[in-house]
């Protein structure tokens, strides 16, 4: 497992730790449904949390475009915890910051 998990309320927040510039090993769709099963109640949000990421590469960004097509698809909403300028201006410069709702804090979801 590639990731810690703990709630804010309701709302399901997955931490990232590698640090190899991806964010998952193994498929989008094996790590979704192992999340999708950590949901409590009626949430339908995910807050997937990039606070203690320093790099992600491009295929780190597949990843997390892909996670977003999967959580879409099954009405669950991914927002990302990020609070690193430099990786913000990556997502500025790729156009993910307008796929996402983006915050520097759980507080904000």
Known sequence: MNYKYS??????????????GSLISGSVESFA?????????????????LRKINYINSFGLGELINMREF???RGITPVLI??????YKLFEMVGIHELFVIVSH???I
């Open 7 to 20: 709630y804010y309320g309701d709302i399901l927040i997955i931490s990232f730790i590698r640090s190899d």
């Open 33 to 49: 449904n192992e999340i999708i099963a950590l949901l409590k109640g009626n949430e339908v949000k995910v807050a997937l949390d």
């Open 71 to 73: 959580f879409l698809s």
């Open 82 to 87: 990020l609070e690193s300028k430099k990786i």
């Open 106 to 108: 759980e507080s904000e």
